[in-house]
């Protein structure tokens, strides 16, 4: 897999994230998607989605501080530490996080199909 498309998707995700657009969400998260969250819950799409629809997700801010791509065969691996503003139910955060993601190649697109996601501990 090509590196510069691994980064070009891991834009357009945050892009997605950031602007609660549903609809690339839904293009680029796999429907056997299994997400651990900061909190050790286990997201799939539909959860996922449904936070950004209905508002309980509403991302503000997004800037990657730093970027990994591990292309491999048809997946890639990316490891990023981005700094995430947020509002989660409600509650203002700001926090550094470390999102890991598996990109499986889906016909001709790219989706997310697993990852996990920490918070940065300073």
């Given amino acids: 897999m ?24 839904d293009r680029l998260i796999s429907d056997e ?5 900061p909190f050790g819950q286990i997201i799939t799409k539909k959860d996922d989605i ?9 991302i503000t801010e997004i800037k990657f501080l730093n970027q990994k791509v591990i292309p491999l065969e ?14 989660l139910a409600g509650e203002h ?6 999102y890991t993601r ?3 190649k889906d016909k001709n ?3 997310v199909i697993s990852g ?5 501990q300073k």
């Fill in 2 to 25: 090509e590196e510069n498309l691994i980064y070009e998707y891991e834009e357009r995700l945050r892009k997605a994230m950031l602007n609660g657009d549903v609809e690339n969400l």
């Fill in 33 to 37: 998607l299994s997400f651990v969250s």
């Fill in 50 to 58: 449904e936070s950004h629809r209905s508002g309980i997700v509403n």
């Fill in 74 to 87: 048809d997946v890639a691996v990316t490891i990023t530490q981005a700094n995430v503003k947020a509002i």
């Fill in 93 to 98: 955060r700001e926090d550094e996080m470390c």
């Fill in 102 to 104: 598996v990109w499986q």
């Fill in 109 to 111: 697109e790219l989706k």
């Fill in 116 to 120: 996990h996601c920490s918070f940065v």
